[in-house]
């Protein structure tokens, strides 16, 4: 976490939204603040948003950035109250920030953008390493090989990408859970895993069509190294204490 809270720099990339299938903006010229020191959020040019999709809700109120006035959007028959706010004083005046949810998506170029903005200051490696990795849980194996994937992503512990041939798929069972990362894409599977009486929700996962930057992790599983034991070249290593929530991974 290198950047301040309240911290202000231009976005050298276009930005889109979208709504019931309407470009509610469009600009090169949004600005990433940092509303907390994890990750941006874009302040969009009030110029760059389509006015015809604005809702004035008329709550009006100092926030952290100047005083600010209440919005919800309205476009192709969808509607969002609530959805941001429109700044008339301090450094953003003239700009709109939008929550994430209110809008169906969000491009970064052509590039759609999951969960929230990417950070320019975050960086993911997806490194193939022949080191060997076997993660159990309870004392069951639950996956081993010496050709993972390692993925280091700043701020997050190393996760460990396994061939599915080198998962144990007698303690994992399927479940319906998706979530997505702004790095990585949108999961394709989720499992859970039983060991014993004991059913442990939602450890391991996979992308089978992650972003391009991450395409070495293409079907590959990973484990919350969090819940589980993790040992590289007959090394137990420490559980990693962190606060992560399942869109964390």
Same mark, same amino acid.
């Given at each position: ?12 990339? !276009?930005? !889109? ?21 994890? +990750? ?11 006015? /015809? ?7 009006? !109120?100092?926030?952290?950035? /100047? ?26 005046a003239g700009t709109v920030r939008l929550l ?60 460990? *990408?396994?061939?599915? !041939?080198?998962?144990? *798929? ?12 702004? +790095? ?5 599977? *989720? ?24 395409l070495p992790i293409a079907g590959l599983v990973?484990? +919350? ?23 964390a991974r």
């Amino acid at each position: 976490m290198i950047v301040p809270e309240g911290h202000v720099e231009p976005v050298a990339r !276009r930005i !889109r939204g979208f709504l019931g299938g309407h470009v509610v903006l469009d600009s090169t010229a949004v600005r990433y603040v940092w509303e907390s020191p994890k +990750y941006p959020q874009y302040y969009v040019p009030l110029a760059d948003v389509d006015e /015809g999709a604005l809702v004035e809700e008329g709550h009006a !109120r100092h926030r952290q950035h /100047g005083n600010a006035r209440r919005i919800g959007l309205r476009a192709g028959g969808q509607e969002s109250p609530s959805a941001g706010w429109i700044y008339d004083s301090g450094e953003l005046a003239g700009t709109v920030r939008l929550l994430w949810d209110a809008l169906d998506a969000w491009f970064e170029e052509d590039e759609q953008v999951y969960v929230h903005p990417r950070s320019p200051y975050t960086r993911v490696d997806a490194l193939r390493s022949t080191r060997r990795v076997r993660v159990e849980l309870e004392g069951a194996v639950l996956a081993e090989s010496d050709a993972t994937v390692m993925v280091f992503e700043t701020g997050l512990p190393t996760r460990y *990408y396994f061939d599915r !041939r080198s998962v144990d *798929y007698t303690h994992l069972v399927p479940t319906d859970t998706v979530t997505a990362c702004p +790095y990585k894409g949108v999961t394709s599977a *989720y499992w859970s895993a039983r060991v014993g009486d004991d059913v442990h929700p939602d450890l391991a996962w996979a992308y089978d069509f992650p972003t391009r930057q991450l395409l070495p992790i293409a079907g590959l599983v990973a484990f +919350y190294n969090e819940e589980v034991d993790v040992t590289i070249d007959g090394e137990r290593l420490e559980r990693p204490v962190t606060h992560f929530s399942r869109s964390a991974r």
